[in-house]
């Protein structure tokens, strides 16, 4: 059965730094990785996805993932936070012919002025 | 993409008692999703919600407990049965198309906080 593991419960960065946050996954098929962001109050919104393809993805507001098979791993990044990305991430995966979506913990993302 | 809307956004209900929470999409969609968000935890899934005939249930939830409609392509209905304070949590609906420029996606829903006293 395909998995998912955030490695941080709670990130905490300065305005105008770096993010990243981390998650493995396990998975005995060639999976498709999601990540999720859920703003308080507010419903899920996908900010980027990797399909097999590139294995770097771009996604919305300046996040990109990077797919690393040999370490299994789909971390999220971004150059430089912004106050409005205080929010819970999540990092979903997907079997591939199979449509149901496992969900990580959730990682927490507080940003300091 | 698809957007999703469910009614009621919010409802405090007492122990005993069921509430009904309905899920609309904006187009046609292959597949729908019931997902319960205990608080302060995860996503876990419920239920697959088939058009026309019985949900298929994940390990632990069953169709006594959370009996689910869908009678189109557009729309469905998440039963909460005979509530608990347990049962306190955010449940959402998602979709997605087994084709097109949207494919390996789900949309979600704002999702529906429940409070059982």
Known sequence: ?113 | SAVISQKPSRDICQRGTSLTIQCQVDSQVTMMFWYRQQPGQSLTLIATANQGSEATYESGFVIDKFPISRPNLTFSTLTVSNMSPEDSSIYLCSAGTSGGPNINEQFFGPGTRLTVL
């Open chain 1, 1 to 113: 059965a395909q998995s998912v593991t955030q490695l941080d419960s709670h990130v905490s960065v300065s305005e105008g730094t770096p993010v990243l946050l981390r998650c493995n996954y396990s998975s005995s098929y060639s999976p498709s990785l999601f990540w999720y962001v859920q703003h308080p109050n507010k419903g899920l919104q996908l900010l980027l996805k990797y399909t097999s393809a590139a294995t770097l993805v771009k996604g919305i507001n300046g996040f990109e993932a990077e797919f690393k098979k040999s370490e299994t791993s789909f971390h999220l990044t971004k150059p430089s936070a912004h106050m409005s990305d205080a929010a819970e991430y999540f990092c979903v995966v997907r079997k591939t012919n199979d449509y149901k979506l496992s969900f990580g913990a959730g990682t927490t993302v507080t940003v300091r002025a």
